[in-house]
């Protein structure tokens, strides 16, 4: 994706996110920030019988690109399984944003995928602690 590319896809998730708000029910419901940045994000997800996110949402405030990755990650997701998830990588989510856009606001551009895995993490952990 060309600088303008980027720009534009990045533009269309500010100002037309997806998922944005509250789901029903979350198994994963985690706050997250950057203070350099004044980013506040809020993930949730729920996973349904077969492990798979079933639903996926976010809410905060933010810059341009926070919010944006946070609307992408979203779509990104759906339909993952945790692990799949936890898989998932900065360096990639960089790239799928515009990394030349997005490589002077890292902390920004990954904060909605990190505190989602975090909280995907901490899910999985109390899962397995439950089931032994």
């Given at each position: ?50 492990g798979k996110v079933e639903a996926i949402s976010w ?36 790239e799928q944003l515009g990394r030349e856009i997005v ?20 899910y999985h952990m109390h899962k397995r602690a439950n089931?032994?």
């Amino acid at each position: 994706m060309d600088r303008q590319e980027a720009i534009e896809f990045l533009m269309d998730h500010y100002e037309n996110p997806r998922n944005k708000g509250d789901i029903e029910h979350p198994d994963v419901n985690l706050n997250g920030g950057n203070p350099g940045c004044s980013d506040v994000i809020t993930m949730q997800a729920r996973f349904n019988d077969a492990g798979k996110v079933e639903a996926i949402s976010w809410d905060g405030e933010g810059c341009t690109i926070s919010r944006a990755a946070a609307s992408y990650v979203t779509e990104l997701v759906e339909g993952m399984t945790v692990e799949e998830i936890e898989n998932v990588s900065f360096e990639d989510l960089m790239e799928q944003l515009g990394r030349e856009i997005v490589m002077t606001r890292p902390t920004c551009a990954t904060l909605a995928l990190g505190t989602l895995k975090k909280g995907v993490h901490e899910y999985h952990m109390h899962k397995r602690a439950n089931q032994a």
